[in-house]
């Protein structure tokens, strides 16, 4: 037996286990809601993503002058 991810009811049978998009084993009953809540952090996690400091921008020289004679 085991224990759905998302609620924790024991599934007794491969009947009602289910896997999610993560991979993770889920009850059928659960299937839906947590697939929706998978999709609703992917999406926040998208939003708060700041742009990497471009490395090759415009000081990218700064430090060449100490090996220019």
Known sequence: MSACT???N???CGCQRRTASD???VCSS???????KLKN???K???TVQPQNNTWGKDRYR???KFVK
Request: with cysteine; proline share 0%.
């Open 6 to 8: 998302n609620c924790g």
């Open 10 to 12: 024991q599934m007794s």
């Open 23 to 25: 991979g993770s084993s």
């Open 30 to 36: 659960c299937l839906a809601a947590y697939e929706v």
């Open 41 to 43: 952090n992917v999406e």
């Open 45 to 47: 996690k998208q939003e």
């Open 63 to 65: 430090n060449l002058n």
